[in-house]
């Protein structure tokens, strides 16, 4: 299940970062459990533990967080300091 649910969050992210697709929400400044919930309602399942870990490796990876929301998110699940 695990890999299924980070599959599911690059799934999200790719989605997200796809302007023809994207679906209608605003995530300028989300909290986490908005994403997992907007997320779940896309049909892409996971937890905010996942989504932590994915945005975590994207941080190690030297790899770029989704615009506009990736970076405030990360500073609420604690994985950046403003």
Do not use: H, Y
Request: proline share 7%; hydrophobic share 45%.
């Amino acid at each position: 299940m695990v890999v299924m649910s980070k599959e599911n969050v690059d799934q999200f992210i790719s989605l997200m970062e796809d302007a023809a697709k994207r679906p209608a929400m605003e995530l300028d400044d989300p909290e986490p459990a908005e994403v997992v919930a907007f997320a779940e309602a896309q049909g892409l399942s996971f937890s905010e533990a996942d989504l932590r870990s994915a945005l975590n490796t994207r941080i190690c990876n030297a790899e770029s967080l989704p615009r506009p929301w990736g970076w405030p998110l990360a500073r609420k699940l604690g994985l950046v300091r403003s």
